[in-house]
């Protein structure tokens, strides 16, 4: 089957174990959330220090409260977009997400990207 052809993305919250002295890294489900997506998920980035999860589906970037996964908001202007990147590092954060032939950007405030 092809991915584009899923029904919907589900989301495994994986627990990271490090073993002290052995170079072995475990993980654990968690939790697994279903119809994360209702499209097939091409990038995720966690922007843990705002408390949210950015995704790119085939259709649009959404943002997810980190909490409960829990859709927040979409960036409808991003219908189309290939691919985003978010800096932390600069105040505020700054989601550049590229559409077509065009780099869009937004920035982090009180109500999420703009």
Not at 44 to 72: H, K, R, W, Y
């Amino acid at each position: 089957m092809a991915p584009w052809a899923m029904k919907s993305c589900n989301v495994l919250l994986l627990l990271l174990r490090e073993q002290e002295g052995a170079h072995l890294v475990e993980f654990e489900v968690e939790e697994t959330r279903q119809n994360f997506s209702k499209r097939p998920v091409v990038q995720m980035q966690v922007a843990e220090p705002l408390g949210v999860l950015v995704s790119l589906t085939l259709e649009v970037v959404q943002i997810n409260d980190l909490s409960a996964l829990e859709v927040s908001s979409q960036l409808l202007k991003t219908r189309g977009a290939h691919s985003f990147t978010l800096s932390l590092d600069l105040s505020p954060a700054v989601l550049c997400v590229a559409v077509r032939n065009k780099l869009m950007l937004f920035c982090w405030g009180d109500s999420g990207f703009t």
